[in-house]
């Protein structure tokens, strides 16, 4: 047993907790938004930073950490199981690697974690992380959790409306900046275009927020018009390259530690990326809450919060569309209440475990968007993401053969050739097909394509 963790049980008997019993973790106290660094594990680096630059602003000391390497996941299995989810086995082992590594101050850091609030066992991971905490012998620091459920209430982040503005805006403006990096990067006449502008934006974000500004419809409206204009000006050169969607399981779709850094490799490859956007999954929780009521009941009032909070990101997602769309040089992303529908036929509303039939209607858009190669990024284990990614494959490709879809399993024990050799097959094909030396497969006219609905439907 360390000395902290003597200190801070001696210090929980104290306050008359029973012997033996295991003491109770620390809170993260209102105080402690002033003394204490918060640290968050990096996910999806674009949005990631503007989210921090906007707790910052509400008073949050925060700081991601972008610490990697084959040490953080060791860091996790020795304190987690290895059968645990791997996005838990990773977050936990890069902060007990960053607490480890003599930067910060232990008796003022706490760390923030997302509760996911469903059935999955994401809700579960901030357990782990305590756990994990005490056998490391950090038990003073505080664990934030980051909810929408009413979970963790006496150490939850709190949420005004200023904050959650900024944080939707955030949203938003980083899937706006990812899509059109994504699409303009592989074509620009300078290397390094498409990330100067990202850089740019996320500065200027940074400083309307500090402001009080960016976030009102005037504003973003403004914003998404100039990010827009400034891509449609990069100077490109089009030349064939093979489309790759990414898809998954949320954490190991977006993170470059989580996926082995799966987008720089496919940029290294010659492809252009489309990842779907961040504010979907936002969106696919609002819908899950409103498929809860019409499912199982529920108080009409809360079914009212969710219409209004589906309207109010619809209306933010039209207009970044309609921004991007001003270019005829731009791709503009579907609107979410198209690509709600597109799990019919496939799978139905009720499978919210996970990504759930997010991650089939993901699949489905971007196959119809001209995007049929896709890795389905998955950790390994994941059963419900197994389900709507993998599981869905050959459906999918039984309506669109176009699918190129290589499923890919995320642990510590896979190794990177590995998962690189299946990727450079699903290249290999693609590009056979994009030079035409595949015979050209068979395409199904749209009308024929739309499979029988499922009688399930959200009143969107
Ligand atoms: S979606 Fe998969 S990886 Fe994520 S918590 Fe659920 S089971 Fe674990």
Redesign the pocket.
């Known amino acids: 047993m360390s000395d902290a963790y003597k200190a801070f049980a001696q210090g929980a008997e104290a306050q008359g907790h029973a012997h033996g019993a295991p003491p109770p973790y620390p809170r993260f106290t209102p105080e402690m938004k002033k003394t204490h660094t918060i640290l968050f594990p990096q996910m999806a680096p674009i949005h990631f930073d503007m989210i921090s630059a906007a707790m910052r602003q509400e008073g949050y000391q925060t700081q991601i950490l972008e610490n990697g390497g084959p040490e953080v996941a060791q860091e996790g299995l020795k304190y987690v199981h290895n059968d645990t ?3 838990a086995l990773l977050v936990i082992g890069q902060f007990i690697d960053a607490l480890k590594s003599g930067k910060y101050d232990l008796d003022h850091t706490a760390l923030l974690i997302t509760q996911t609030g469903g059935g ?3 809700s579960n991971y901030i357990h782990l992380l305590r756990k994990a905490l005490r056998k490391a012998g950090f038990p003073q620091v505080p664990v934030l959790s980051l909810n929408f459920s009413g979970l963790e209430k006496d150490s939850s982040l709190k949420f005004t409306i200023p904050l959650i503005r900024k944080a939707v805006a955030a949203v938003f403006y980083g899937d706006e900046l990812m899509c059109l990096a994504n699409q303009v990067r592989p074509y620009e006449d300078e290397t390094g275009s498409a990330d100067a502008l990202i850089q740019k934006w996320q500065a200027e974000i940074g400083r309307q927020f500090a402001a009080g500004k960016g976030v009102s419809r005037g504003n973003m409206r403004r914003n998404f018009a100039a990010i827009a204009a400034d891509y449609a000006a990069v100077p490109k050169t089009m030349v064939p390259r093979v489309k790759v969607g990414i898809v998954g ?1 949320i954490y190991v779709k977006y993170s470059p530690l989580g996926n082995s850094g799966l987008e720089e490799f496919l940029a290294a490859e010659g492809c252009e990326v489309n990842m779907p956007g961040l504010a979907g999954f936002v969106q696919y929780c609002i819908v899950n809450g409103t498929v809860d009521r019409q499912l199982y009941g529920g108080s009409r009032v809360v079914g009212r919060v969710y219409r209004a909070v589906m309207d109010y990101t619809t209306g933010i997602e039209k207009m970044m569309i309609e921004a991007i769309e001003r270019h005829e040089n731009l791709r503009a992303p579907g609107l979410f209440e198209h690509t709600v529908h597109l799990h019919e036929g496939f799978v139905g509303l009720g499978a919210k ?3 759930g039939w997010l991650l089939t209607s993901e699949m489905v858009e971007l196959v119809q968007s001209g995007f049929p190669n896709i890795v389905c990024a998955q ?1 390994f284990g ?4 197994h389900v709507v990614g993998k599981g869905m494959i050959a459906k999918i490709r039984a309506v669109y053969p176009e699918a190129n879809i290589t499923p890919i399993d995320y642990d510590p024990s896979a190794t990177r050739v590995n998962q690189e050799n299946r990727i450079k097959l699903m290249i290999a094909v693609a590009k056979e097909r994009l030079e035409g030396e595949a015979a050209p497969l068979p395409v199904k006219k749209a009308e024929e394509k739309a499979p029988a609905a499922v009688a399930q439907k959200v009143a969107m």
């Open positions: 989810c791997y996005p999955c066992r994401a399981e475990m996970g990504e950790p994941c059963l419900p993401n």
